[in-house]
């Protein structure tokens, strides 16, 4: 069945990634992109950004534009600490 | 231990300011212009007879038992209805008064049963203590005459005897018992606002009756409780004060249902309840409360609660009772073992928005300091995260700007998305009282909920949108502002950044903001949004409330940021009166928020990548925290599902049943090898759990909870634990067997450890709140009592920020599959996903969920009211039962979520806020048909549920 429940954690990350930049679009564009890589820097978790730079090495992605840009200022997660 | 003893004044306090002197029985006493006689003596330490008046409510003036003389006045004046004034000369004992006075009791008593050695309220009766106080000796009227106390007369039946009403699950009404004093009338009409009660008959033959001489449990009433409080007689009195008996002593302690934070007095016979009794000097209550705070309680000794720590090694095995050393041991255990297999981010936890302040820090303190990482979230994620992040973004901190009193001073009242009557009953009930004296009301709602036509209130204005237009609304309503030049120029300029404004402001003015450009989709007629704009930017004190209807939406934190704009515009800011305030759900939401219980925050909204925030904890805690942000909740189910999180521990949570989508929800448990529920009953969770925790209830332990209004209030242990340890005793130990060097002995040091991290609480402390009785955060050096308004002389931030907020459409949208819109809400007997209201009499009122259906679309399926009904969405199907009503509008539809059978998060989506994955639950697709009964899923789960919840029971041979 195709129910929502079986979409995967990628789908769901270009879904969230891009819902953030809908809302940066509609503010003023010199900031919009360091906005959007703000936001995720502060709340998305390493293990989410890291899934998030394996996307964006896909070909069709299916990331924003602004997502895109965004992603130079998206830190790169370190090492997880034991 | 005593009772806590509260002065009745008789009359309500006057607020003016004015004071003026007058000498009553040789002493001389100053109060405020308009206060009483009455209350007057009474601050002057004399109590003047009297029965039918009573400080929660305006005076009446109809026992005659309250007289007094004034110098060179004639005859003898009510003292309750009597207004003092400068120099008057006051007598309230005099020969003539007492001969009046004994008249006017021997008349009552000639109507009243005798039998006060039996009856309920010996010991709290006034009209014992009446006749006491005016020397009652002997009564000269027999009962042989008219009377209500007797059921037949020398063996004819007595027409004016009523029997008792014992209809209320908590109350009884004896009509015999009735002296007429009409205070229940009063309370109800005044206090409550609900007039469900009147006075039936002239005269003699009067007496109280609900509606049209209706049972209570049929009339109008909400069981409130107000006039049961108020009634000086055993008339109206509580079923368990019948059962038990009267209360020996009492605590002060805070409900632990929704926001409003009510204060109660626990009355106590040894470690049973007798009653809970609202608090009078409780500033978020002011002595009122609802059906919930006062009545249903018993869920605390129900049968269902489990008292005893459970585990299992699957969760299709049954559970088996351990000792709690081993159930500590075996989680310590299991927690170490995950984190070696699969690293440190591999676990996490979930506090609670119903445990206290210090037990939501013990918890996350677990989780950073303990487990090592930040995977700690809290419930409040689905409902009030949206808040946080757009306060913050425009104020500078995301707390509610304003206290309850507040709204005494309104003119304009603007309630968003919440239903005040159901959700935050007191609150709503000061509200009413507020509209009834002249404020205006605005209400934005897709459906017709009850504030906006009730009892002596009428909405100016309803705009009721369809679900999930909020932005286009209150975007709209700024268009009309600006356009108009309606915005308080003079406090942009001084309080917030004008260019920002500007910027804002050209926005908002573009033509498709126009009410008239949206009204196709937002489905609001122009001409109301444009009235409602003028009346809120030009009626005086404008406050906006908002609840769930705002935040639970794919652009919730964008419509909190939309209000914030609508109020910085107005000016409506840093005053009393006005404001932006957040209705919360759950009593603990605000503290569980303000604890640290987001991934991202340490306690006090301080962000875990800011180093000297860390430096603070790491040093107390001899740790090293880490400085990136942690899961949140649909991150967490996520990960499971993609085998990357294994562990967790959820404190008073039911994550499955209030979650969004459900399937994803049982997924994600499901692929975790250890799930430890603490709680009181084996709620939904738990049948994906391996291991249960007993809970205790907010009656068993102290603490502290922060209401809506950022107000800190003890809550006091008044019974043991029934499963021995208060939550966060279990907490504690849970950490020493991680290895945790944690002594805690008494939940004020934990207060103490809050204090000394978190800047906005630096002044709080158990000695404090025992003398204030509450504060409210920041509560500082700057603030040592606390802040009732914030935002005075600034925002929080600086500058207040203007934010552009563009309508998104939701992607969840309605087409030719699912054509209807649905949206959720809930009633006031019940609460949250109704596992404690569930097992209260509560449930007299909502036996279960039903789906709320315009005629028009109930017809067009072939649907009667009370069918069943199937719904489906994209996610999932369910069925309930259909009530057809005009208070949606054709194209919505609506249903509670408060009975697991239902399972009406089987249907919601994964849909969510953009900013901070706060669910779509106020909007999902659906589509609904006629049923036969429960769905396969429904099946299925009640079948799954069985199994899982087997406890094996140990033979005697093992
Ligand atoms: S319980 Fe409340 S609503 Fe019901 S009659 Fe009494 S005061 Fe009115
Ligand atoms: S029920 Fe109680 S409060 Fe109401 S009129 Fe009778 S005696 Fe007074
Ligand atoms: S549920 Fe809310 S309104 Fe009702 S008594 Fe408790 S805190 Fe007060
Ligand atoms: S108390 Fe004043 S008339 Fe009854």
Redesign the pocket.
Known sequence: MDSESHKSTATKLVYMANQIATFFHSQPKDEAAAAVADHINHFWEPRMRQQFFDILEQQNNGLDALVVEAAKQIRKPGPVPV | MSLVHEIDYGTPASLSEKMVTLTIDGSEVTVPEGTSLMRAAMEAGIQVPKLCATDMVDAFGSCRLCLIEIEGRNGTPASCTTPAMEGLVVHTQTKRLKDIRKGVMELYISDHPLDCLTCAANGDCELQDMAGAVGLRDVRYGYEGDNHVFAKNEGVSNDRWMPKDESNPYFTYDPAKCIVCSRCVRACEEVQGTFALTIEGRGFSSRVSPGMHEHFLDSECVSCGACVQACPTATLTEKSVIQIGQPEHSKVTT????????S?KAEMRGEEVVRMV?YKDGK??RGH??????FAYGYSTHKDRILNPMVREKITDPWREVSWEEAYKHVANEFRRIQYQYGRNSVGGITSSRCTNEETFLVQKLIRAGFGNNNVDTCARVCHSPTGYGLKTTFGTSAGTQDFDSVEHTDVVMVIGANPTDG????ASRLKKRLRKGAKLIVVDPRRIDLVRSPHISAAQHLQLRPGTNVAVVTSLAHVIVTEGLFDEKFIRERCDWEEFQDWASFVSSPEHSPEAIEELTGVNPQTLREAARLFATGGNGAIYYGLGVTEHSQGSTTVMAIANLAMATGNIGRKGVGVNPLRGQ?NVQGSCDMGSFPHELPGYRHVSDESTRDIFDKLWGVKIQDEPGLRIPNMLDAAVDGTFKGIYIQGEDILQSDPDTKHVAAGLEAMECVVVHDLFLNETANYAHVFLPGSTFLEKDGTFT?AERRINRVRKVMSPLNGYADWEVTQNLAKAMGLNWNYTHPSQVMDEIALTTPSFAGVTYDLLEKEGSVQWPCNEKAPLGTPIMHINGFARGKGKFIRTEYVATDERTGPRFPLLLTTGRILSQ?NVGAQTRRTDNVMWHEEDRLEIHAHDAENRGIRDGDWVKINSRSGETTLRALITDRVSPGVVYTTFHHPTTQANVITTDFSDWATNCPEYKVTAVQVGASNGPSDWQVQYDEQARQSRRIKVLDAAE
Do not use: E
């Open positions: 409900c632990a249902y929704c926001g409003v934070g009510c109660f609202p978020a209550n409360s609802c059906v919930k705070g006062r935050h009953p007191v609150f009593n209401n609460y």
